[in-house]
């Protein structure tokens, strides 16, 4: 069955450090996405890709890098992670054009 | 400045009530919209899509759209505590139409 994985399900990361976030899709979708969602907010776009080598600025990409090595990878990079960083991040696969997205069951981020 | 708004914030229907949730955007360029469930803990999930004016019925759900006013609304009949969850809807452009914009969401309580 077609899915998207997020790595790891919970993190705990010190004030400084760097933080990677894991996605993997088996979709076969083009498009891959990483949202934060925070109460009060709902979800807010951070960096989007459109393929293998691609990464592109979503809403709020400052304090964050995205990497896209392959079609079913995407990564999400806090090189100096803050408390404000604190949150749950999804990705997300979507075809090309107007399609709904599939999401992954979420990371719980707490930078302390 | 949030591009979808939703309302109300949070609804208590009783069971087998209607439950309404409206949504808005205030950018004019926005042509299709989606509304998506996040069950608690759980990642979010596309309900439905409306690109036409007009209505949309799948079961016990039936989605509006107004293009001129740029809102739709979700209707729910004959609610389950199962409906219980957070209903976020999203909206894209023709330009943009890859990019998923998102509300805060309603938060919707189905009280047995």
């Known amino acids: 069955e077609a899915a998207v994985t997020q790595s790891p399900r919970n993190k705990v990361a010190v004030t400084g450090g760097k933080v990677t976030l894991s996605c993997n899709q088996t979709n076969n979708h083009n498009n891959m996405y990483w949202y934060r969602q925070d109460t009060g907010h709902g979800l807010r776009l951070i960096h989007y890709s459109y393929g293998a080598g691609s990464t592109e600025k979503g809403d709020i990409p400052d304090g964050y890098k995205a990497s896209r090595p392959s079609q079913e990878n995407f990564s999400l990079i806090l090189e100096l992670a803050t408390p404000s960083q604190t949150s749950v991040y999804f990705c997300a696969s979507g075809e090309t054009g107007f399609s709904d997205y599939t999401f992954g069951s979420g990371t719980r981020l707490l930078v302390i | 400045q949030q591009k979808v708004q939703q309302s109300p914030e949070s609804l208590i229907v009783p069971e087998g009530g209607m439950a309404s949730l409206n949504c808005t955007s205030s950018d004019r360029n926005v042509d299709y919209f989606w509304w998506y469930r996040q069950h608690s803990g759980k990642s979010p999930k596309m309900l439905m899509?409306?690109?036409?004016?007009g209505e949309k019925e799948e079961g016990r759900f039936t989605v509006h759209l107004n293009k001129a006013s740029l809102h739709t609304s979700l209707h729910i009949r004959d609610s389950q505590p199962s409906d219980s969850a957070l209903y976020l809807c999203?909206?894209?452009?023709?330009?943009?139409?890859?990019?998923?914009?998102f509300g805060k969401g309603t938060q919707l309580i189905i009280q047995p």
């Open positions: 999203a909206a894209s452009t023709t330009e943009g139409a890859d990019r998923l914009t």
């Open positions: 899509s409306i690109f036409s004016n």
